[in-house]
């Protein structure tokens, strides 16, 4: 099944795929444009590249079967279609001379291919249209956060430098204990490095102190 059926808070999944879509596009600076929805709404996308690639996320909330999942996900996508045609004249000024030519609809999971079938009517909808600032192929793709997983992985590294330790040792016959049992940390690791390096030179007599 495509993504991971965990819940996840609707702003807290945005602002995930938000931090990984700027890595993916964090060179050269400037190739990614988060568009907030803070003030008069979103245009049916939360995001685009300078590459044509648009990016809009939804988290389905209060869900107990997969056809419900599946009949939020449509209406959804569907609104979204609708607001992406309709606010075509703000999006032209967005844009720029950028034109669309992908619509990912990022979710955290999904699992019925009538998802599939919808996004090729409402992909029709919108060639049939053609708007000015979208491609003549434009196409829509379902995507989870599965495609993002070496972005997810630089961000976890950049993570671990970090200083979020809350139960440092309080004495110093714990330290060697504790420095053991998180080895994992950057910090541990970068520690055990210098330490190594500082003690380079002393007796062994000095280097137990």
């Known amino acids: 099944m495509p993504g991971d059926a965990t819940p996840w808070d609707p702003n807290d999944w945005e602002k995930h795929i938000q931090r990984v879509l700027k890595v993916r596009y964090a060179k050269p600076v400037g190739c990614y444009q988060h568009i907030p929805a803070d003030i008069k709404g979103d245009c049916g996308l939360e995001g685009f590249a300078v590459d044509g690639t ?100 630089m961000l976890s590294k950049q993570d671990l430098y970090k200083f979020d330790v809350k139960d440092l040792p309080d004495s110093v016959a714990t330290v060697a204990t504790w420095m053991d049992d998180n080895k994992g940390l950057q910090l541990v690791e970068n520690l055990t490095r210098k330490a190594g390096v500082i003690a380079q030179g002393r007796s062994p007599k000095m280097r137990q102190t």
């Open 54 to 153: 648009a990016y809009q996320c939804y988290a389905c909330q209060n869900w107990n079967d997969f056809g419900i999942l599946l009949h939020h996900q449509k209406n959804k996508m569907t609104a979204d279609i609708g607001k992406l045609l309709k606010k075509e004249a703000d999006l032209l000024s967005i844009l720029g001379d950028i034109r669309i030519g992908i619509w990912n609809f990022v979710l955290p999971f999904w699992n019925d291919k009538d998802l599939l079938k919808h996004a090729r009517k409402k992909e029709m909808e919108v060639r049939s249209r053609k708007p000015e600032h979208v491609k003549t192929d434009f196409r829509i793709a379902v995507i989870t956060g599965e495609e993002f997983l070496l972005e997810k992985q």
